[in-house]
């Protein structure tokens, strides 16, 4: 579709800002970029120029900044015009209709990227990343989609596809040319050769452990009986008012979420509705609501108001709970009445705080972050992180060399584990390119915002 059309979009978030930037890509531009800025000649490539705009009736819709791309230096591959325009949304749309009358067509979500993709600007793992990198809300995550886009995991896949390119032709050597002088069939080069492409491809399926917490980041829910502070300690972790803190009983009836990056994590903290017997009806879905949210958290801080008794959880949440995946704070002990409260859920770690006046806060931070760390591993500097499309391709190709090296172990035939190693080898391929379909393009592409 891109050589047929070329496609317009804005590239930045909808709504007043100070600029908003309008991206043009296909064979249209050079032509239309000439008549909408009153150019007689090309202007020079990744150069901004101050310039009107003016649309089909020549009225001047916008004094804006714009840059040309050349098909073999732009982002997409083909022939690009970015505009810089005062970023109102209004200004942007006319803008919009003027190049779509003009004959421009407005871009799907992804389609520049794709269009990079097809025009053979990256290959398919490093369109991926674009997106990656646009979504990371985490340092870490951040750090993963840079090594990503930089061709990272195109690097892993060439150390595999290399050597098993080696190995078919190998074998198929000896399926093509059985007369030949070949010399005679030892199979134990290439089987071992097919033990280290497997173990490759094991580490590589490994690395997508990391790619849940990366991507979708990490739950944490506050637990506790109502008043226990559990308000006050989310608003003390996120340093802002943002729960109502009351010394009613059961004012956070539902839940509240807040996303922080935290020990570079993206943490999403969720204070729940207090857990406890009884209460109003409203109160009750509101527990209901919270127990349900503690089912998916990956990690939970227990909070318990220590002037009063013990909270009687539900045995099943107390269950949930174990020292891998819970703290206890043991909160307002800046009151005279603060017991100890050792005693309760003794499996589990605790630390003492204020909610309300800081005390211990660092300290429970810090036994938060070694928790998560040990909890949630997280990729060293040098990993690449695969997606669950890239794991499902490596286990398919897994499947296959495996199917392959018992082929080869029986001594039988090089033909059939020739035709496992091809299988392996394509899906192992429609990692970084050739992908067969359209659908798995319009699938990748799908997530995409629009004007990427
Ligand atoms: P939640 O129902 O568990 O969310 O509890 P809140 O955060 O709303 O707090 C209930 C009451 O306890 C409020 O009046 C808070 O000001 C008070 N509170 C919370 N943490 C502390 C603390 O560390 N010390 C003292 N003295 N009061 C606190």
Same mark, same amino acid.
């Given at each position: 579709?891109?050589?047929?059309?070329?496609?317009?979009?804005?590239?930045?978030?909808?709504?007043?800002?100070?600029?908003?930037?309008?991206?043009?890509?296909?064979?249209?531009?050079?032509?239309?970029?000439?008549?909408?800025?009153?150019?007689?000649?090309?202007?020079? @490539?990744?150069?901004?120029?101050?310039?009107?705009?003016?649309?089909?009736?020549?009225?001047?819709?916008?004094?804006?900044?714009?840059?040309?791309?050349?098909?073999?230096?732009?982002?997409?591959?083909?022939? +690009?015009?970015?505009?810089?325009?005062?970023?109102?949304?209004?200004?942007?749309?006319?803008?919009?209709?003027?190049?779509?009358?003009?004959?421009?067509?407005?871009?799907?979500?992804?389609?520049?990227?794709?269009?990079?993709?097809?025009?053979?600007?990256?290959?398919?793992?490093?369109?991926?990343?674009?997106?990656?990198?646009?979504?990371?809300?985490?340092?870490?995550?951040?750090?993963?989609?840079?090594?990503?886009?930089?061709?990272?995991?195109?690097?892993?896949?060439?150390?595999?596809?290399?050597?098993?390119?080696?190995?078919?032709?190998?074998?198929?050597?000896?399926?093509?040319?059985?007369?030949?002088?070949?010399?005679?069939?030892?199979?134990?080069?290439?089987?071992?050769?097919?033990?280290?492409?497997?173990?490759?491809?094991?580490?590589?399926?490994?690395?997508?452990?990391?790619?849940?917490?990366?991507?979708?980041?990490?739950?944490?829910?506050?637990? /506790?009986? @109502?008043?226990?502070?559990?308000?006050?300690?989310?608003?003390?972790?996120?340093?802002?008012?943002?729960?109502?803190?009351?010394?009613? @009983?059961?004012?956070?009836?539902?839940?509240?979420?807040?996303?922080?990056?935290?020990?570079?994590?993206?943490?999403?903290?969720?204070?729940?509705? /207090?857990?406890?017997?009884?209460?109003?009806?409203?109160?009750?879905?509101?527990?209901?609501?919270?127990?349900?949210?503690?089912?998916?958290?990956?990690?939970?801080?227990?909070?318990?108001? +220590?002037?009063?008794?013990?909270?009687?959880?539900?045995?099943?949440?107390?269950?949930?709970?174990?020292?891998?995946?819970?703290?206890?704070?043991?909160?307002?002990?800046?009151?005279?009445?603060?017991?100890?409260?050792?005693?309760?859920?003794? *499996?589990?770690?605790?630390?003492?705080?204020?909610?309300?006046?800081?005390?211990?806060?660092?300290?429970?931070?810090?036994?938060?972050?070694? *928790?998560?760390?040990?909890?949630?591993?997280?990729?060293?500097?040098?990993?690449?992180?695969?997606? +669950?499309?890239?794991?499902?391709?490596?286990?398919?190709?897994?499947?296959?060399?495996?199917?392959?090296? *018992?082929?080869?172990?029986?001594? /039988?035939?090089?033909?059939?584990?020739?035709?496992?190693?091809?299988?392996?080898?394509?899906?192992?391929?429609?990692?970084?390119?050739? &992908?067969?379909?359209?659908? &798995?393009?319009?699938?990748?592409?799908?997530?995409?915002?629009?004007?990427?």
């Amino acid at each position: 579709m891109s050589e047929k059309h070329t496609i317009t979009a804005l590239a930045t978030p909808v709504g007043e800002s100070a600029v908003a930037l309008v991206r043009v890509s296909g064979a249209l531009v050079p032509q239309i970029m000439q008549e909408i800025f009153g150019r007689k000649s090309l202007p020079k @490539p990744r150069q901004a120029y101050l310039g009107n705009y003016r649309n089909l009736e020549n009225v001047v819709l916008d004094q804006a900044l714009y840059t040309y791309f050349e098909k073999d230096g732009s982002f997409t591959g083909d022939s +690009t015009l970015e505009i810089a325009c005062h970023g109102n949304p209004l200004i942007a749309k006319k803008i919009l209709d003027d190049l779509q009358a003009r004959g421009c067509r407005p871009a799907e979500p992804g389609e520049f990227t794709r269009t990079a993709f097809l025009n053979q600007r990256m290959d398919l793992s490093q369109a991926e990343a674009v997106m990656e990198l646009i979504q990371a809300k985490s340092e870490k995550a951040l750090a993963v989609a840079q090594r990503h886009l930089r061709g990272g995991l195109g690097e892993n896949i060439r150390t595999i596809k290399e050597p098993l390119i080696r190995l078919c032709a190998h074998l198929e050597a000896y399926i093509d040319f059985p007369e030949e002088d070949l010399p005679e069939e030892n199979q134990e080069g290439p089987k071992r050769e097919l033990r280290k492409i497997l173990n490759s491809i094991g580490r590589l399926i490994e690395t997508n452990r990391y790619h849940e917490a990366l991507s979708q980041g990490v739950r944490l829910a506050i637990l /506790g009986a @109502p008043n226990a502070g559990k308000s006050s300690l989310l608003n003390a972790i996120l340093n802002k008012e943002r729960a109502i803190v009351s010394d009613t @009983p059961g004012t956070t009836r539902d839940f509240i979420a807040e996303r922080i990056t935290f020990g570079g994590l993206d943490l999403e903290i969720i204070d729940t509705a /207090g857990i406890r017997d009884g209460g109003s009806e409203i109160e009750r879905i509101g527990m209901e609501h919270s127990l349900k949210v503690a089912e998916n958290a990956d990690f939970y801080i227990l909070v318990i108001d +220590t002037t009063e008794n013990p909270p009687d959880l539900p045995k099943n949440l107390i269950e949930k709970l174990t020292p891998a995946n819970c703290l206890i704070a043991e909160n307002k002990i800046d009151l005279q009445e603060s017991k100890n409260f050792t005693e309760y859920i003794p *499996k589990l770690s605790r630390k003492r705080i204020s909610a309300l006046c800081g005390k211990g806060l660092d300290e429970l931070k810090a036994g938060l972050q070694e *928790k998560l760390e040990a909890l949630i591993e997280l990729p060293d500097e040098e990993t690449v992180v695969i997606n +669950t499309r890239h794991r499902i391709l490596l286990e398919e190709g897994q499947k296959h060399l495996i199917e392959g090296q *018992k082929h080869l172990a029986k001594d /039988g035939p090089a033909e059939l584990a020739a035709i496992d190693l091809r299988v392996a080898l394509e899906k192992i391929s429609s990692i970084t390119g050739t &992908v067969d379909t359209e659908e &798995v393009l319009d699938e990748i592409f799908s997530s995409f915002c629009i004007g990427k």
